[in-house]
Structure formats: C-alpha cells, structure tokens
C-alpha cells in the first residue's frame, strides 16, 4: 500500500518560498509513476501545480510554472515543491499525489493521496 | 482549456435518496474522466475512473456514467458516510489536470 506524507513549514512569508517534501512509502519512486503536487485554498477546489517523473521530467501548471520548481531525491524516497514568490493567494492545503503508470501507459486520474499541509502565507 | 462544469453547487438530500451529480466537459474528453469524494480536512479519495470504472474498495452504490462532454455520479441509496463534496477531474494537454469545481452533497 503506497502511502505519501507531506512535510514542510505551515508559514511563509510574503514574498518567499514556500518548500514542502512528500515522503512515499511502501513503494519507490523510481518505480515507473508521476508524482503531483496538488493544492486547495481554504473553502475552495482543487488546482493542480505539476508533476515529476523519477527521471526528473516534469510538467507544470502554466499559470504557475514561472514560480514552480519540482525535484525528486530517489536516495530519499521522496520529491519536492518550491513556489517562490508567495502571496497570500498561495494559502492552501498542499498534497502529494500519484498518477499510475504500467507498461508505458500512464492513468489521468490519481490514485493515492498524502493527508494535506496547510501552508498559510502572512507576515 | 477544457473547463469541467459540476451541477448542482449543492444537493441537498436524506439518507436513503438517490443523488444525481452532473459534470459538464467545453470539450469531448471522451471516457477519461474521474470523480472524487472528499470529506472534511481529508485528501480526496478516487471514487470513479474511465467515467463508469469504480475504484478499489469503492462500494457498488457509486456508479459513474457518459463519454464526450456529460457525465453523472450516482449515488443509488445514500449513506451518512456519503454526505461529503464531489469533484471531477480530466487531462489534457494544457493546461494538464483540471477539476470542476464541486458539488457539495449535504443533508436534508
């Protein structure tokens, strides 16, 4: 059972980077999947911000992607978020997802979800 | 862009009843599209795949329809459990993964 955990600090300032890290466990990362981060402003739907793949390609939301970075650490087990230049409209829940890939297919839709990190923007 | 427009905002039932949710894609998506349950302070949960696929462990009241642009969660007999919010969820190619913006199921 693939389990994903996210991990960060809860307030950045304006202005900042915003870094969280999602730990996967009972499976690794550099099995053949897409890795998201997706976020939820409080109150609001759902955004998707990017994906990585174990090789390091990735792809991002347009309408954030001058701010995004996306990084794995196969040594850890784990990959990563930078939003730089954070407002407060970048207030939200923050999750790490997975979208399955098999046999060089991969699925739309995603199929394992960590619990959520509120990360709150504000001085 | 493909823009998912979920009906109604909110639905407003008692256990027991049948709840129909719609989702409307601006363009044909074919069968690639998702729905989601999510409860309060909890990650989504996948619910349907390939518009009428459920997931693992999802119970057979759930039940997914269409292709092109209209598609429906339904809930045959509603449960306490099911009162929650409801997303759908496509791919394309830009601008990537976009969801509607959710139907909320409350109680009666």
């Known amino acids: 059972q693939v389990q994903l955990q996210e991990s960060g600090p809860g307030l950045v300032k304006p202005s900042g980077t915003l870094s969280l890290t999602c730990a996967v466990s009972?499976?690794?990362?550099?099995?053949?999947?897409?890795w998201s981060w997706v976020r939820q402003p409080p109150g609001k739907g759902l955004e998707w911000i990017g994906e990585i793949y174990h090789s390091g390609s990735t792809n991002y939301n347009p309408s954030l992607k001058s701010r995004v970075t996306i990084s794995v650490d196969k040594s850890k087990n784990q990959f990563s978020l930078k939003l730089s230049s954070v407002t407060a409209a970048d207030t939200a829940v923050y999750y790490c997802?997975?979208?399955?890939?098999?046999?060089?297919?991969?699925?739309?839709?995603?199929?394992?979800w960590g619990q959520g990190t509120l990360v709150t923007v504000s001085s | 862009e493909i823009v998912l427009t979920q009906s109604p905002a909110t639905l407003s039932l008692s256990p027991g009843e049948r709840a129909t949710l719609s989702c409307r894609a601006s363009q044909s998506v074919s069968s690639y599209l998702a729905w989601y349950q999510q409860k309060p302070g909890q990650a989504p949960r996948l619910l349907i795949y390939?518009?009428?696929n459920r997931a693992t462990g999802i119970p057979a009241r759930f039940s997914g329809s269409g292709s092109g642009t209209d598609f429906t969660l339904t809930i045959s007999s509603l449960e306490p459990e099911d009162f929650a919010v409801y997303y759908c969820?496509?791919?394309?190619?830009?601008?990537?993964?976009?969801f509607g913006q959710g139907t909320k199921l409350e109680i009666k």
């Open positions: 969820q496509q791919r394309s190619n830009w601008p990537g993964y976009t």
């Open positions: 997802a997975r979208i399955y890939c098999s046999g060089g297919s991969c699925a739309y839709y995603f199929d394992y």
């Open positions: 009972g499976g690794s990362i550099s099995s053949s999947n897409w």
């Open positions: 390939d518009a009428s």
